[in-house]
């Protein structure tokens, strides 16, 4: 789950990561006096949204008024947002933050996140800050700099000050990264992040140290055990099919490609996604129906499948070892018939009750093709949506 810049903000502040001051605001109005309390001679308007490169599309305004604060709301409020980070369509505007502007004299990157090749937390930093972190991998790698942290250990003042002292600093403000990478630590751990990220980290001209900006990502999996993290979902911001297969306990990403796929099991369904790119396709979506897919959650996961336009054919791979390969085949029938699935249907099932599985395919009367193999059904997918295109 991901969070607004301003939300990502509170939370750091209450972990005592230091962040300027600022005000959320939906209207102009609310812009404008949110800039007359905060009270400096430059703010700074940012639109709200889930994704990053706000600033290069013309998201973020600094300005020296009140009055301007109100004008640049105005510009950014309503307008949809196209940055790298963004759907295709773009992100709609729906609230800006406005925060105290600030003296900068040096620009940094900081995360923290788990790396899962070593089994460790990683601290990452560099001196490039504003920038992407994976054009800087790319171009320069020299200038990233990682720390990883034992579970087993956590994270000790002689790590921070070994990034501080890489990064270049002086003493005195290796003394104040030290508290605020703690702070950042305490966060992902406590509640359950997969990413936190500040970019940039600023030092300031008298030698603060400030998240300029921050993103915290939740693993979806805890939010059970955070409540207070779970409430700060901003519907708005999902995808509505994502969002609906969370209703019903599907796994859905919308892709962008245009042959549909209903798998279970992620593993399969990664590897369903590869053949379909081998095979010289695109998938549409990745959708794992689960071990427990039944005919109600597969006639569901057609829909969500269908809502998508670019739909031009429908892989359906199942392997059956929880699962009943015949329950899946009725649930297949069913639904094709109920939704009058117009776009061609591949399926193929393997395991458990697999036969008789098939046998209730071919029986059924649609136009059904079958597959044996993972190729197979990503050859013939192919070929449909091909065919569907021309």
Do not use: W
Not at 37 to 62: C, E, I, S
Request: charged share 25%; with cysteine.
């Amino acid at each position: 789950m991901n969070v607004h810049e301003y939300q990502a903000k509170e939370l750091l502040r209450s972990f005592d990561v230091p962040v300027p001051e600022g005000k959320l605001a939906s209207t102009p109005e609310e812009a404008e006096k949110a800039a007359k309390a905060l009270g400096t001679p430059v703010v700074v308007v940012k639109a709200q949204v889930h994704a990053g490169g706000r600033g290069k599309a013309g998201g973020v305004k600094v300005v020296r008024s009140p009055a301007e604060a109100q004008q640049a709301a105005s510009e950014i409020l309503g307008m949809t947002l196209h940055t790298p980070q963004t759907p295709p369509e773009g992100k709609l505007v729906r609230k800006v933050y406005v925060e105290a502007g600030s003296a900068i004299a040096d620009e940094l990157y900081l995360a923290v996140l788990f790396d899962r090749a070593v089994e460790k937390y990683a601290i990452v930093a560099s001196t490039e800050g504003g920038m992407e972190i994976e054009e800087v991998a790319a171009e320069t790698p020299e200038k990233i700099l990682t720390v990883h942290v034992d579970p087993n250990v956590g994270l000790r003042e002689y790590q921070c000050r070994e990034l501080g002292f890489g990064l270049g600093l002086p003493f005195d403000q290796v003394k104040k990264l030290v508290p605020f990478v703690q702070g950042l630590f305490r966060l992902f751990v406590e509640k359950d992040c997969s990413q936190v990220e500040i970019n940039p980290l600023v030092v300031t001209e008298s030698g603060d140290l400030f998240a300029l900006d921050g993103k915290v990502n939740f693993d979806d999996n805890a939010l059970y055990r955070h409540p207070d993290v779970a409430v700060l979902r901003d519907p708005d911001e999902e995808d509505e099919r994502e969002r609906a297969a969370k209703e019903i306990d599907l796994a859905y990403v919308g892709l962008d490609g245009n042959i549909g796929c209903m798998v279970n099991g992620a593993g399969l369904a990664m590897a369903t996604l590869d053949m379909i790119h081998y095979c010289g396709g695109k998938p549409a979506n990745f959708l794992d129906a689960g071990g427990g897919a039944d005919k109600e959650k597969v006639k569901e996961a057609f829909k969500l499948i269908l809502r998508d336009p670019n739909v031009e054919a429908i892989l359906v791979n199942i392997f059956g070892g929880i699962v009943r390969c015949d329950l899946i085949a009725e649930g297949v029938v069913a639904a094709a018939a109920d939704l009058g699935i117009e776009v061609p249907l591949v399926v193929r099932l393997q395991g458990t009750m697999a036969e008789e599985g098939r046998k209730i395919l071919a029986d059924s009367g649609l136009d059904i093709t079958p597959a044996e193999t993972l190729q197979q059904a990503g050859e013939s997918a192919v070929a449909a949506a091909q065919g569907g295109a021309a």
